[in-house]
C-alpha cells in the first residue's frame, strides 16, 4: 500500500480543492443529520410507536441499496463532481418538500397519518439519492489528492463527516426545541443550499473508465474485486452485522423521551454523543495515525462497541447512557478510518465507483436495516431487552470474525 512520506497532519487539508470539498462536505452532512434526528423526533411524535422509526429506516434502505450497484457504474462512467451536485441538489428538493408538509395548514387539511405517510414517500427518495451520493464522495478523494496523501485526507474527510454529524444532531435538538419543526427544516435547507455552492467551486473531475462493458459486466467487475480481497471484504461484513445488531441510536428517541425524559435537547445530545465521541478520536488519528496492527484493533474497537450498546440498553441515567454512546463513538471512529482507508488503499482508480457502491450497500443495509431490525426487536421484546440483545449479537459477530477472518486480523497498513 501507498504510504505517506510526510508526517503532516495538515497534509491534504493544504490542497485547495480538497479543503473546499471538506468544508461542503461538513455543511451538506450536518443538514442531512439534523433531517434524521429530525425526522426520527417527528415521526414518533406523529406515531408514539417505536416500529414507525425502524420503517424510516426500511423506506430508506430499500432504494439505497437495490440501486447501489447501478449507481457505482453510473458514477464511474461520470465526471464525479457532477455526481454531487446533482445529489446535493436531490437532497435540497426532499427537504422542501419535507418544509410543506410539516406546515399547520397541512396538518389541518390532510391530518397526522397523511403526513408520516408522506414522510416515509420522501425518505424513500432520498434513498434513491444515497445510493449515488454514498460512491461520489468517496470516489472523487483521489481525484482530489495525490494517492500518498490518501490516508491522511480519509481520515480528514471521515473526520469531517464525524464532526457534522456531531453538530447536526446536537444542533437538531436545540432547533426543534426552539423554532418548531418548520423552523429546524428551514435551516437544513439553507446549509444544504450553501453546500451546493461551495461544491460547484470543485473543478470538473471527469470519469477514469469509458462505456466501453455492459452494465452488468461492468457491475460483476467491481463485486469480484471485493469478492476476491478478502481484507475489503472482512472488513465490510463485519461492518454490516456489528451496526445490524448495534443500531441502538434508532431508539434514542424513546428512550429519550419515555426512559431517560429529557425532551429533544437531551434527545439531541443523545444522538450526538456517539458522533462526539468518534470525531474525538479521528482528531486523535489524525495527528498520531495508527501504524501497525490496524486489523486487531479493528475488532477490538467494533467489540468494545457493542459492550457499550449494551451498557446504554441498561442504563436509566442520562449521563450514564451519555457516555456509553460516546464511548461507543470513539470506538466506532476507529472502526470508520481504518475501513475506509483499507477502501481507498485497496482500491484501484478506474474501480472506485462500483467498489464504493458496494460499500455503501453494506453500510446503508447496516445503517438502515439496523435500524429496522431495532424497531421490530423493540416491538416484540420490548425497547430495552432489544438494545442489549444487539449489543451481545455485535460482540458474538467479532468473536466470529476473529477466527473466519485471519487475514483481516492480520492486516497492516
Known amino acids: 500500500m501507498a504510504k505517506s512520506l510526510s508526517n503532516d497532519p495538515f497534509e491534504s487539508v493544504r490542497i485547495t480543492e480538497f479543503r473546499n470539498f471538506i468544508i461542503g462536505r461538513f455543511l451538506f452532512i450536518m443538514g442531512l443529520r439534523m433531517m ?106 483521489s481525484q482530489l489528492v495525490p494517492k500518498t496523501t490518501l490516508p491522511n485526507a ?31 427544516l428551514t435551516s437544513i435547507i439553507l446549509s444544504i443550499a450553501l453546500a451546493l455552492l461551495i461544491f460547484n467551486s470543485i473543478g470538473n473531475k471527469p470519469a477514469l473508465v469509458q462505456a466501453e462493458k455492459k452494465t452488468w459486466e461492468s457491475v460483476k467487475e467491481g463485486l469480484r474485486f471485493v469478492y476476491k480481497t478478502k481484507e475489503v471484504l472482512g472488513a465490510l461484513v463485519l461492518d454490516l452485522f456489528a451496526v445490524l445488531f448495534g443500531g441502538a441510536v434508532a431508539m434514542v428517541p424513546v428512550f429519550a423521551k419515555d426512559i431517560l425524559k429529557v425532551g429533544p435537547i437531551g434527545f439531541g445530545w443523545l444522538n450526538a454523543a456517539a458522533d462526539f465521541g468518534a470525531i474525538i478520536i479521528v482528531v486523535m488519528l489524525t495527528v498520531f495515525p495508527l501504524r501497525k496492527q ?16 449494551i451498557v446504554f440498553g441498561i442504563s436509566t441515567f442520562f449521563w450514564l447512557s451519555f457516555f456509553a454512546l460516546f464511548i461507543a463513538g470513539m470506538l466506532d ?81
Open 36 to 141: 434524521g434526528t429530525l425526522v426520527g423526533w417527528w415521526m414518533y411524535e406523529l406515531t408514539g410507536d417505536p416500529l414507525a422509526l425502524g420503517l424510516v429506516g426500511l423506506a430508506e434502505v430499500i432504494p439505497a441499496v437495490s440501486m447501489a450497484l447501478y449507481a457505482g457504474h453510473v458514477v464511474d462512467l461520470s465526471d464525479r463532481r457532477n455526481m454531487i451536485l446533482r445529489s446535493v441538489l436531490s437532497y435540497g428538493v426532499c427537504v422542501a418538500l419535507l418544509i410543506f408538509i410539516s406546515t399547520a395548514y397541512f396538518e389541518e387539511s390532510f391530518g397526522k397519518s397523511s403526513i408520516a405517510t408522506l414522510i416515509y414517500i420522501v425518505i424513500f427518495i432520498t434513498g434513491i439519492t444515497r445510493a449515488f451520493s454514498g460512491p461520489s464522495f468517496g470516489a472523487i478523494l
Open 154 to 184: 480519509v481520515t480528514w474527510s471521515q473526520g469531517t463527516w464525524l464532526s457534522a454529524s456531531v453538530t447536526g444532531h446536537a444542533l437538531a435538538g436545540f432547533m426543534i426545541a426552539g423554532f418548531g419543526i418548520t423552523g429546524t
Open 294 to 309: 490496524q486489523g486487531r484493533l479493528l475488532l477490538y474497537a467494533v467489540a468494545g462497541f457493542g459492550l457499550c450498546i
Open 333 to 413: 471512529g476507529i472502526s470508520v478510518v481504518v475501513r475506509g482507508t483499507i477502501l481507498q488503499l485497496k482500491t484501484p482508480d478506474e474501480l472506485r465507483g462500483r467498489v464504493l457502491s458496494v460499500n455503501s450497500m453494506f453500510i446503508n443495509s447496516s445503517n438502515e436495516l439496523g435500524q429496522f431490525e431495532s424497531g421490530v426487536a423493540a416491538r416484540l421484546m420490548g425497547v430495552v431487552p432489544s438494545v442489549i440483545f444487539g449489543g451481545c449479537m455485535t460482540v458474538a459477530v467479532v468473536i466470529g470474525t476473529w477466527f473466519k477472518a485471519p487475514t483481516l486480523r492480520k492486516l497492516e497498513y
